[in-house]
């Protein structure tokens, strides 16, 4: 026997209670009790996206969200400007071009952060631009960008502020309202802890008016049609109603604890994973600003990567991550996102100093947990 010990970037674990919420018989979505239900999920959203703005609630994973976030906002020909910081930021490339956007695209090496005076100057030399799209963790690199000083820059022009948090909400503190985001997708599969399945989608007054003048054509993730509904604590097709019930569950567990403590626990959860990587003398990927939500380490030299994540999973039951692209062998990857805490730290640290031992790396067992434990123990 094994035991699983899931500390993936997602999906990530998923609380027992909202485990046993989604084993409920199923109910209509059109039906009076639902309503309610919706209401409840709907309202929390709203909590978590630190936002009065309407938060949507599409059946699709988060990148179903990321596409609805484009084409209900532009039309073809738009100039549009994406800091690309790694893989997700790719993810916005591609879909702003398979909808016939103009694309301006700021190339950040991986493992570092876009910084606020790069997007002015491209908006600056560029007054068409209609929107900005960032990531606030690129998970592929493990770096968070400063969402809060880039907001500050896209709000002095007309352009929308679109931000990809499906790996950062809940892990950082992101003020949607505050800091003037228009448009804030997240996914359920993530820092919410349920199954992948849900994407969330928060619209800004100002995304909404130029969602009226918008030419590109969307018949499923038609976010108007998703608002009305929404309105009437409904989804605009069949809503997915076990993963709505499952949100209610986690969003009152994180209620429970408080967002600022919800926070403060992701921030200490990641610095005690890297005082461990740092003990065992391996280098974090991050050049600059490591996420919250997770840790990208890389790969001694001499030690394969892939190796480090396929002996964690095969000899100890831990799922991280790989590295991707062309960070494949050369990184991999612990989440310490959502439903985790000290010993998930304590577990993924062991598990790696026990697969470095095995392959040949000089390790002095017990060195990265001490290091974790220091942290951990206040
Ligand atoms: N953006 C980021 C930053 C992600 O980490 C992910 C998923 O890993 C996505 C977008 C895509 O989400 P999904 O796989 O749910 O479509």
């Known amino acids: 026997m094994q035991k699983k010990h899931l500390l993936a970037p997602g999906p990530t674990p998923v609380p027992p209670e909202a485990l046993l919420a989604m084993a409920m018989p199923m109910i209509h979505h059109r039906a009076p009790d639902f309503l309610p239900i919706l209401d409840s999920a709907k309202k929390g959203l709203q909590w978590l996206f630190q936002t009065k703005n309407d938060v949507l609630i599409l059946c699709?994973?988060?990148?179903?969200?990321?596409?609805g976030a484009v084409t209900n906002f532009l039309s073809p020909g738009d100039d549009v400007l994406i800091a690309n910081c790694g893989k997700f930021g790719e993810r916005w490339i591609n879909i702003c071009k398979t909808y016939g956007l103009n694309v301006h695209e700021i190339v950040v090496e991986w493992g570092y952060t876009v910084k606020p005076d790069q997007i002015e100057a491209e908006l600056k030399k560029n007054a068409k631009i209609k929107a900005v799209f960032i990531q606030a963790t690129d998970t592929s690199t493990g770096v968070y960008n400063d969402v809060k000083s880039l907001a500050v820059v896209v709000k002095k022009t007309d352009a929308l502020f679109i931000v990809d948090a499906v790996s950062a909400l809940v892990a950082h503190d992101i003020r949607t309202d505050e800091w003037g985001i228009d448009v804030m997708i997240s996914g359920s599969q993530k820092g919410v802890m349920l199954p992948p399945g849900l994407a969330f989608v928060s619209v800004s007054d100002k995304a909404w008016k130029m969602a009226d003048v918008a030419k590109t054509r969307e018949f499923y993730f038609n976010?108007?049609?998703?608002?009305?509904?929404?309105?009437?604590?409904?989804?605009?097709?069949?809503?997915?109603?076990?993963?709505?019930?499952?949100?209610?569950?986690?969003?009152?567990?994180?209620?429970?604890?408080?967002?600022q403590n919800v926070f403060a626990r992701h921030e200490k959860l990641a610095k005690a994973t890297r005082a461990?990587?740092?003990?065992?003398?391996?280098?974090?990927?991050?050049?600059?600003?490591?996420?919250?939500?997770?840790?990208?380490?890389?790969?001694?030299?001499?030690?394969?990567?892939?190796?480090?994540?396929?002996?964690l999973r095969?000899?100890?039951?831990?799922?991280?991550?790989?590295?991707?692209?062309?960070?494949?062998?050369?990184?991999?990857?612990?989440?310490?996102l959502g439903y985790t805490d000290t010993f998930d730290i304590i577990t993924a640290i062991a598990g790696i100093e026990m697969v470095l031992k095995r392959l040949g790396y000089p390790v002095k067992l017990g060195t990265g947990v001490a290091a974790v434990e220091e942290i951990l123990i206040k």
């Open 276 to 311: 461990g990587v740092s003990a065992l003398e391996l280098k974090l990927f991050p050049k600059e600003s490591p996420s919250f939500a997770l840790t990208a380490v890389e790969a001694p030299t001499g030690v394969d990567g892939q190796s480090i994540y396929k002996n």
């Open 314 to 336: 095969e000899n100890y039951g831990i799922t991280g991550a790989g590295g991707q692209d062309k960070l494949k062998g050369k990184i991999f990857r612990i989440a310490h």
């Open 223 to 259: 976010f108007k049609k998703e608002r009305e509904n929404l309105a009437k604590n409904q989804t605009n097709f069949t809503s997915a109603v076990s993963l709505i019930i499952g949100l209610n569950t986690c969003i009152k567990i994180l209620q429970e604890e408080g967002l």
């Open 60 to 67: 699709s994973t988060g990148t179903g969200g990321m596409v």
